[in-house]
């Protein structure tokens, strides 16, 4: 069973998706690639796991590092999932580029090479939006570039964490 809840955050209403026990989605209101359907399938409900979701956020957006664990059950490819794995590496006010991501997965696959192309497609499909921080991801040049949920949000995140991209 998929339950649900709705969450007021500071760059818009979030809904986050767990099987129960783990997160499997958390979408900004308007984001491109949203959990079409789920608000139909799933159940909204309280859980501890979305408690546990609202405490790690409201220390997040109050410009701190959030010390909670957060179990994730993500659904995707497996190379989607090995690259959403590197995203959770990414730690707290840093930011890597698609191509350091590209050599990541290759140093982490037995010297299997994939492409900053494809990275940055895995990347825009995660499905656990700002809990696994592809906000994070970068051009190679240090350019903001493309955000489901918008390149405003994504700036928003970045600011919360103190990451200034003009250095």
């Given amino acids: 069973m998929e339950y649900f809840c709705k969450i007021k955050s500071p760059v ?3 809904t986050v998706s767990s099987d129960g026990k783990n997160i499997t989605g ?15 399938d799933a159940e909204e409900k309280t859980l501890p796991v979305f408690e546990n979701v609202q405490k790690w956020l409201d220390i997040y ?13 993500p659904k995707g490819t497996p190379f989607q999932k090995s690259i959403w794995k590197i995203l959770q590496k990414i730690p ?4 890597i580029s698609y191509g350091e991501i590209a050599s990541q997965y290759k ?7 994939t492409s900053a192309r494809a990275v940055g497609t895995a990347v825009g499909r995660n499905p656990i939006s700002i809990l696994i921080p592809c906000h994070r991801v970068i051009g ?12 405003s ?10 990451i200034d991209l003009d250095d």
């Fill in 12 to 14: 818009g209403m979030l």
């Fill in 26 to 40: 958390l979408w900004i209101e308007g984001q491109k690639y949203f959990a079409n359907g789920l608000e139909t």
């Fill in 61 to 73: 957006f109050s410009g701190k590092k959030p010390d909670i664990k957060l179990a994730f059950l």
């Fill in 92 to 95: 707290y006010g840093k930011t």
């Fill in 107 to 113: 140093i982490e696959n037995g010297g299997k090479h």
């Fill in 140 to 151: 190679k040049d240090g350019s903001l570039t493309g955000y489901a949920g918008g390149l």
């Fill in 153 to 162: 949000k994504k700036m928003q995140l970045l600011q919360i964490e103190e």
